[in-house]
């Protein structure tokens, strides 16, 4: 694949950075890559990993000149940094974010921008619970979705330019409005991720009075449960508080139908109970069916970092 940005300015070097940068190395996708991270030990750690062709002590001087700029920072931090970078951006840039929450972070970042420069936030569907510079790698976005939330009035051939680089970084890319980004991620992501962080938290209380039995005993869904609850606490604070309104309307529907379940199991309503897991069992194939995971007994999890 050919040059599709000639310098790329990564503000931000955890996971989702460091991902990109090897997958857009994979493929040769950009020119020069220009990275940047808040602390001086990420930034050394960089630096000694060779992991950018530059790394800049601040987020004004890795923008310059750049034609890409990606903010990879948590979804809290992003208008700070937009703040910091927009006298610097080179007119016909382009700003992009890879932020988990959309609406909250086009509210920050698009009044900063100034004019002549594209805004064309987007969202990566994959993650690992791990974070910092050294724990990405080539693949993690082969195969996922990369979805680009463009503001109105965006220049086609921009979006056209981003579309690309996520393509050939390996994910499949869709275009989607910011609202129904924040509600699609509330039941597929966010609130999965509270009840993890819930059921662990149970286990956890549970342990002081069984000992290490939660521990020893943990069977894979529980301990599917702890490698979720294990992300990042930066991250997820930042991602419920920007997406307060579509996690509380999904974690309304939950109870709801957590309520229905306790009742059908008090009063042994066992049919009740089989065609719920029947239609439930019905999802997990589709998920499958449609190449976003495995049916390995370990969901496939076993090769990821
Ligand atoms: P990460 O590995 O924890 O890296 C975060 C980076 O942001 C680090 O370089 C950190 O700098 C920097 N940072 C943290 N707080 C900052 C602040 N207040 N101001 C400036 N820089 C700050 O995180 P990540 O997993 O790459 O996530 C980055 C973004 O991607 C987030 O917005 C997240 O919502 C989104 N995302 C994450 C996943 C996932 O599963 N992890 C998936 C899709 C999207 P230092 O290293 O110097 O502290």
Not at 80 to 103: C, F, M, N, Y
Not at 239 to 247: E, I, Q, S
Request: glycine letters at 8%; one cysteine or more.
């Amino acid at each position: 694949m050919s040059v599709i940005y000639n310098r790329v300015a990564l503000i931000g070097l955890g996971l989702i950075a460091s991902s990109m940068v090897h997958a857009m190395r994979r493929r040769g996708l950009a020119g020069e890559i220009v990275g940047t991270a808040r602390s001086p030990e990420t930034r050394q750690i960089a630096r000694l990993d060779g992991l950018c062709d530059r790394v800049t002590d601040t987020a004004a001087e890795a923008v310059k000149d750049a034609d890409l700029v990606v903010l990879c920072v948590p979804v809290g931090a992003m208008g700070a940094v937009a703040a910091e970078i927009a006298p610097h951006l080179k007119p016909g840039a382009t700003v992009s974010d890879v932020g988990s929450v959309k609406r909250a972070v086009i509210d920050a970042v698009a009044p900063h921008i100034p004019e002549g420069v594209h805004f064309i936030p987007a969202h990566p569907l994959a993650g690992t619970e791990h974070s910092g510079p050294r724990s990405g790698f080539a693949e993690l976005y082969d195969n996922r979705w990369c979805l680009l939330v463009p503001v109105e009035g965006t220049d086609p051939a921009a979006t056209a330019r981003l579309r690309a680089l996520w393509e050939g970084i390996g994910a499949n890319v869709e275009e989607m409005d910011a609202d129904h980004h924040d509600l699609v991620l509330a039941v597929t992501s966010h609130v999965p991720h509270l009840i993890a962080y819930t059921m662990v938290g149970v286990a956890d209380d549970l342990r002081r009075v069984t000992d290490s039995e939660v521990v020893k005993y943990s069977a894979a869904g529980f301990r599917d449960f702890t490698r979720i609850a294990a992300s990042d606490p930066t991250m997820w604070r930042d991602v419920f508080l920007n997406n307060k309104d579509a996690t509380l309307e999904i974690l309304g529907r939950f109870t709801e139908e957590l309520f229905a379940l306790q009742r059908a199991i008090r009063t042994g309503e066992g049919d009740e109970l089989f065609d719920y897991f029947s239609r439930t069992r019905a999802i997990r194939r589709g998920i499958i069916e449609a190449g976003q995971d495995t049916a390995a007994p370990d969901f496939g999890r076993g090769g990821t970092k």
